[in-house]
């Protein structure tokens, strides 16, 4: 079985991006459909020794209707389902309450977390994770899916004990 790489934060802070960044693969089968691959919400990847399965997700909100609350309900499943949470935030943004609200859903569920600061180029990596360590979840890690930094790191964290 693959361990399975859950990426969950509140929207627009880089999930699909990092997803699309985790999953980029060699494989013909992959590479020769890039639209499917884009629209998936699970997918294959290997970054580092060891092969894994990642899954994307809708934003996790507050207060959810609707969508949002089916969304969210798909979201609870993946997290369940899942060795290994990426906890995606944006470094820009700095600590919001919509993250300290994923964050309870987190810690409610009591899952293996890695608390990932993304949009971190062109930060050093102290700063953009100072304003994260107050969600209690661990030593937050920065990185930049859209340009491809500190993802090498990143699969080694969420894959320690693999
Ligand atoms: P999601 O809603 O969490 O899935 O977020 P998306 O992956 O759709 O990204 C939301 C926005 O953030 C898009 O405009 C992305 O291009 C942008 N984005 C994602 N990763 C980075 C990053 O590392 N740096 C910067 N500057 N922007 C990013
Ligand atoms: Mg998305």
Redesign the pocket.
Known sequence: MLPVIALV?R???????LFNVLTRSRDALVADLPGLTRDRIYGYGKVGPIPYLVVDTG?LVAEAEGIEQLMAKQTLKAIEEADRVLF?LDSREGCTPSDQFVAQTLRRLGKDVVVVV??A?GVESATAGADFHQLGLGEPLAI????GNGIKGLIDRALEGF
């Open positions: 934060g929207p627009n802070v880089g999930k699909s991006t934003g995606i993304n949009k180029e930049s899916a859209a340009h």
